[in-house]
């Protein structure tokens, strides 16, 4: 199966609602392509992404390849802010991601709830984060 995107620009953030899978570095590296384009067309740098029922089949080196190219695309330089809904099916996915993004110094955070992950979105950064 492949993935869809729908993108929704909101007034303080993109929100992006992901439903499908993906089971391939290349693929997941396209839809963050996507995601990165998006948000510079609709010049928001806070992105709210609900995964919640987007699939990851991937394996670490997969991550690690998404997390590289992401880094080099520069998208933290970039002052990119994501929140994540992750899907709840494979949350051991997800913290991959996470960390592997967050080592790279993404602003990068994964949540359950929607509202904690608007509130943590829409904050100014702290230095920690």
């Not at 880094?71 to 991601?97: I, Q």
């Amino acid at each position: 199966m492949a993935y869809s995107q729908i993108f929704t620009i909101k007034e303080e953030y993109l929100l992006c609602i992901t439903d499908g899978d993906v089971s391939d570095g290349e693929t997941f590296i396209e839809w963050g392509l996507k995601l990165l384009a998006k948000a510079r067309e609709a010049r928001r740098t806070r992105v709210l992404v609900d995964n919640r029922t987007f699939l990851l089949k991937l394996s670490p080196l997969d991550v690690i390849t998404f997390a590289n190219f992401m880094e080099d695309k520069g998208a933290a330089k970039l002052g990119m802010r994501l929140a994540v809904l992750s899907n709840p099916h494979n949350p051991e996915t997800s913290r991959l991601v996470e960390t592997a993004l967050v080592n790279r110094s993404a602003s990068y955070k994964s949540f359950r709830n929607q509202e904690e992950a608007k509130e943590w979105l829409l904050r100014e950064p702290q230095a920690t984060e």
